[in-house]
């Protein structure tokens, strides 16, 4: 169903909801300070959802963690700046962080559970955060609750209301987290891995809906995941990750569909899908580097079919090439790839 | 179609397996708060045969019972009911027991968290080496090194890495040191369930790609289990979509992904998200699994299959043609993805 003409976000040249610049986030350990994060940008305009992929200790969590202030000690944020609506967030105080959170910021993590408290009805979690971020009367807020129970799919929302978690099915759970992020309307939506704990037939319902609220109520979402089939379906953009910085990043049909960065490409590859059954599956070989190990030059490079004497030395800049963005020494300044 | 049971040349066969498992309430709550007894139908009826140096593949979602039938088919469960027999020797019958510790060497099981089935106080040459030295295959610590090694170099690692202890290895090296270990006892029949689920995308591949240049080497046989549709399709020659323990459909790889029978394996291969299928907009999934303590009538699968009636709520639909649906059957239902629409 297409949405109202009202409610088509308006388009990508208008000012970014999230922007990310530079951002460095560094961990302290005994054997010295590891960079998780090294020199990431994107821009996540209104109504738009950025995929954020990369495989296990590409940093996209940490990225995420770092939006919504939750980077712990020994992790901070050594540098670069995050903009939500042209504010400066990186830099606040606590107390004002954890206001951003919630209000202008919501959240939907992996397992439900983590998100909920067992011992309160699902309905008392809800109406809490909307009288915390709002000024809505007790009676507002709680059939404000059951609308947003409604609209996320639950059936008898004024009956599931006074449920407690634990009497919702996994898909449920999620969907009442979802009706939570939104309690506040927030502007952004980190969703971190929110399909990964659910059967296929419960993940496609939970990606249509955050596709749908995303698109409805122009938030902007940044969806963190390593299923590329994921992000095919419900990305508008996709940044691909490795150790820790943007290797690729453009729309999704480009990026999925024709992968400049070698690693991108070699990841394409790698992915059995539905559509053939190839005889072998593209394969790159070794594994991620740890944080303690990041090569010089490229990262990628130790594992790259294609590496030559510059990718060792100097770090690729992230440069447009068509209507991606890559940051690999093939692609001249020119966005020609280079011979 | 699945050809008239049995076929000359079926490795495994597996007829009507059952497993139920008592989830009832200890006894006293049970009378306190008269509340009748419990049981799980995990695996209910199922029925297959994988031809030597094919894969087969059972898929499902959780809690259909995928895994249980796994660890039937090893050996590491006792059926509740039914009959396993591998190479012509039943894996159930008692009088058969001598010829079953024959054929236990030549099957293995490999599992979704390596690290979990190694002891992580020794090291990887002598967990490779121990099914060698349990069914005492060679004689001699030189040869028995010699043929670490060489399992070592076949899985793509190197013999120096034997002297490493597991947690050393990343996820998907310690996959490979499984899968040396389970060809140690010159295994013919490996049992993989959800052997890359835990890995990344591209290790993923590398395991999925040395699972295939084995089976062509040595001529294994695979049973692999795994939920996700896409490796299923790259891996197996035959599928198995199993619902709430039964299982709904068989087909060839090609054809159950061409022509899917059963409305489960339509509305699964539906919303599967894949990488083929940028922006495209689907048909909504209606509802979940049911709790299978209290399954649906009949069909298990009818609350949630738009082209459910009468007969189906009422009635266990047989398994015919490769497919256990009424509607298939009666001809309501014609093969293929478009039905749905």
């Not at chain 1, 998780?36 to 940093?59: K, M, N, P, T, Y």
């Not at chain 1, 559970?113 to 309160?120: C, D, F």
């Not at chain 1, 691909?240 to 690693?263: F, K, Q, S, T």
Request: charged content about 25%; some cysteine.
């Amino acid at each position: 169903m297409p949405p109202p003409p009202e409610m088509i976000p308006p388009p990508a040249s208008s000012a970014p909801i999230l922007s990310v610049r530079n951002l460095r986030v560094e961990f302290a350990t005994r054997r010295g300070v590891l960079t998780a994060i090294d020199d990431v940008s994107f821009d996540i305009a209104r109504g738009e959802v950025l995929g954020v992929v990369g495989e296990s200790g590409a940093g996209k969590s940490v990225t995420g963690s770092a939006v919504i202030g939750l980077i712990d000690p020994p992790g901070r944020i050594a540098g670069g700046e995050i903009r939500l609506g042209g504010e400066r967030i990186d830099d606040l105080p606590p107390e004002r962080m954890r206001q951003m959170r919630g209000r202008r910021i919501g959240m939907i993590f992996q397992d439900p559970l983590t998100s909920l408290n067992p011992l309160y009805r699902v309905g008392r979690q809800i109406e809490e955060t909307i009288r915390t971020h709002t000024d809505l009367s007790a009676r507002a807020a709680r059939q404000r609750a059951i609308d947003l129970l409604a609209e996320v799919g639950i059936p008898a929302p004024e009956r599931r209301i006074d449920g407690y978690p634990h009497e919702f099915s996994g898909g449920m759970r999620q969907r009442v987290v979802i009706a939570l992020a939104l309690a506040a309307e927030p502007e952004l939506i980190i969703a971190d891995e929110p399909t990964t704990a659910l059967d296929v037939s419960v993940q496609a319902q939970i990606i249509a809906l955050l596709k749908r609220l995303g698109r409805d109520h122009g938030t902007a979402v940044m969806l963190i995941t390593h299923d590329m089939g994921v992000i095919a379906e419900a990305a508008d953009r996709v940044a691909v990750m490795y150790a820790g910085r943007v290797a690729e990043i453009g729309p999704v049909d480009a990026v999925v569909g024709d992968p400049l960065h070698p690693y991108a490409k070699g990841l394409m590859g790698a992915i059995p899908t539905l559509a053939h059954s190839a005889e072998r599956l593209a394969q790159i070989p070794g594994s991620m580097p740890r944080l303690s190990a990041i090569p010089p030059g490229c990262a990628f490079n130790p594992r790259c079919p294609k590496v030559f004497s510059r990718c060792t030395v100097e770090r690729p800049e992230p440069l447009p090439v068509g209507s991606h963005r890559v940051a690999c020494h093939l692609y001249d300044e020119s966005g020609q790839a280079a011979a | 179609m699945t050809p008239p049971f049995p076929r000359q040349d079926d490795y495994v066969r597996v007829q009507n397996l059952r497993r139920l498992f008592d989830v009832s309430r200890p006894w006293l709550n049970r009378m306190i708060e008269r509340q009748p007894r419990q049981i799980l139908r995990a695996v209910d009826g199922v029925s297959f045969e994988v031809a030597k140096g094919e894969t087969f593949a059972v898929v499902g979602e959780s809690g259909s019972g995928k895994s249980t039938v796994a660890r039937m088919v090893v050996g590491l469960l006792p059926p509740s009911d039914g009959e396993v027999a591998i190479a012509g020797v039943s894996m159930t019958d008692p009088r058969a027991a001598a010829a079953r510790r024959q054929l236990r060497r030549r099957i293995q099981m490999i599992f979704q968290d390596p690290y979990a089935s190694m002891n992580p106080r020794w090291r990887v040459d002598r967990i490779i080496a121990e099914p060698i030295r349990a069914f005492d295959l060679i004689r001699g610590e030189r040869e028995i090194q010699a043929r670490v090694g060489e399992l070592l170099t076949l899985v793509g690692l190197h013999p120096d890495d034997g002297r490493k202890y597991p947690h050393a290895f990343s996820g998907g090296q310690r996959q490979r040191i499984a899968i040396a270990r389970a060809l140690a006892s010159n295994a013919e029949f490996l049992v993989a369930d959800e052997p890359t689920s835990a890995l990344d995308v591209s290790v993923q591949a590398q395991i999925l790609n040395l699972m295939r240049d084995l089976q062509d080497r040595f001529g294994l046989t695979y049973l692999f289990i795994s939920h996700n549709l896409a490796v299923v399709r790259h891996m197996a020659s035959r599928i198995g979509v199993m619902y709430l323990g039964r299982l709904v459909e068989i087909g060839g790889g090609r054809e159950l992904f061409a022509t899917p029978k059963h409305p489960y394996t339509r509305m699964l291969l539906d919303a599967v998200p894949d990488m083929s299928h940028t922006g495209r907009q689907r048909i909504p999934v209606q509802g979940e699994i049911p709790n299978p303590i209290d399954p649906p009538s009949g069909c298990t699968f009818h609350p949630r299959c738009p082209f459910a009636n009468a007969r189906c709520v009422a009635e266990v639909p047989p398994f015919k043609d490769g497919v256990a649906c009424h509607a298939v059957h009666e001809g309501r239902l014609v093969p293929g993805m478009q039905a749905v629409a």
